[in-house]
């Protein structure tokens, strides 16, 4: 039965995902919006649902372990694995303001993160927490950048009302009923996954925490791997990338600051070194996208191979 409800749980990711971007590439539209900014808002809060739900609740009941490494280990396999497999799909086109703006902001997530979790270091206190107080100021950080994304979306139409083009019309409550199903589907689907993969892990001698580092944290971003490679086969590049950059806005910003706003989260000091990695794969990112403006196939083989490289290690670490 478990092996039965985890193929429906990827079949209705699958599906899912094909739904939820045919009808937000349909809303961008509509809109007359750029697909990235639909990509970075409504497809990457979307998909990082499951990423959410894992981290309240694990906050709500003091786990600070799970709440700060699903994040962290998400954001990790986003940019290596997830970027990587979308890139070998379909290399992805990188637009200027992407480098010089978006990716910017995800390296001051990860940035602000690894600052904020050094209070022996850099306050000599006894224990690394992040707090209530630095939970709402990361909720602040989200705040401007949900303002520069909106402002963003302003500029973006008010171009497009300037040089109209030719639009498919497809009614809008379809496209809304069409992204609303597929979301549903996929953080349904991904709940199957990420429960029933846990029983067979689990049944199979893996410990507890070695399945929250690996199985948890890559299945609470199974939405944005299935999402971005559908993009990718849809030619919808622009979505496939917004979303990964948002999701890990998103991840730390939002997702860490409300949990920690929850409650305080202390810091386990093995997390310090996932911490780095998620900073040195975030300025690599960067410096990929500015070869031609592009994350062409190898470079996306290269990424993959990091996060293989890196859960290698983190399986002998524990």
Do not use: C
Request: glycine fraction near 6%.
């Amino acid at each position: 039965m478990t092996y039965l409800l985890l193929l429906v749980g990827f079949a209705l990711l699958i599906k899912g995902a094909d739904y939820f971007v045919e009808g937000a590439s349909k809303i961008a539209q509509s809109l007359r919006v750029s697909p990235l900014l639909i990509g970075l808002t409504i497809v990457a809060f979307g998909t990082s649902a499951p990423e959410a739900s894992v981290s309240f609740i694990a906050a709500f009941e003091g786990n600070s372990d799970v709440a700060i490494g699903n994040v962290v280990g998400s954001n990790i396999f986003n940019i290596t694995f997830i970027l990587g497999v979308t890139a070998l799909v379909f290399p992805l086109i990188v637009q200027s303001d992407t480098i010089r703006k978006e990716i910017p902001f995800a390296l001051l997530g990860a940035v602000s993160l690894l600052v904020l979790i050094s209070d022996i270091q850099l306050q000599s206190s006894n224990t690394n927490m992040i707090t209530r107080t630095e939970g709402i100021l990361l909720l602040l950080f989200f705040a401007i950048f949900l303002y520069y994304v909106f402002e963003m979306a302003r500029n973006n139409r008010a171009q497009a009302e300037e040089n109209p083009t030719d639009i498919e019309n497809t009614p809008k409550m379809k496209n809304a009923i069409l992204t609303i199903g597929g979301l549903a589907a996929i953080i349904f689907g991904g709940n199957l996954v990420v429960e029933n993969s846990i029983q067979i892990a689990l049944s199979l001698g893996m410990s507890e925490t070695l399945v929250g580092l690996t199985i948890v944290a890559v299945g609470t971003s199974l939405p944005e791997l299935v999402t971005s490679i559908t993009a990718a086969l849809k030619k919808q590049t622009e979505i496939a990338l917004g979303n990964i950059i948002g999701s890990n806005i998103f991840n730390i910003f939002f997702i860490l600051g409300t949990s920690a706003t929850i409650h305080p989260l202390a810091v386990d000091s093995k997390i310090f070194l996932d911490v780095w990695v998620m900073i040195f794969v975030t300025i690599l990112l960067m410096i990929l996208v500015r070869t031609q403006y592009k994350i062409s196939k190898i470079e996306g083989a290269i990424l993959a191979i990091l996060y293989i490289i890196y859960v290698i290690f983190i399986i002998f670490r524990n």
